[in-house]
């Protein structure tokens, strides 16, 4: 969500809604202040647990150590993000794009 612009910052807003919109139960939001847009807002709409890290190893790190068996994860972001790194991170796999 880099490449929207001036639209960024109320896209991030949107989707952290939307998260409580849908009954999402934590929000992992990582980096700076895109990501602290959509955690305030998230939590503002009802999200009941937020998070903001400042990298993708922290919220790896931190969704290890909090994750169970059955919990469904998505990982959204733009490519420049490089969110993938947290996905593999909790699939076992080697992290890219370091």
Known sequence: MLELGDQAVEA????????????VDLVVAVGG????????AAGAAGV?????VGD????????GSILRPDD???VKASRG?????I???LTG???TGL
């Open 87 to 89: 996905a593999q991170a």
């Open 48 to 52: 009941p647990e937020i998070a903001l």
């Open 93 to 95: 796999q080697a992290v």
């Open 12 to 23: 991030h807003r949107e989707i952290g809604r939307f998260a409580a919109e849908v009954g």
């Open 56 to 63: 993708n190893a922290t919220a790896a790190s931190y969704l």
């Open 33 to 40: 202040d895109l990501a602290k847009q959509l955690a305030l």
């Open 81 to 85: 993000g490089q969110l993938w790194q």
């Open 72 to 74: 469904v994860v998505l």
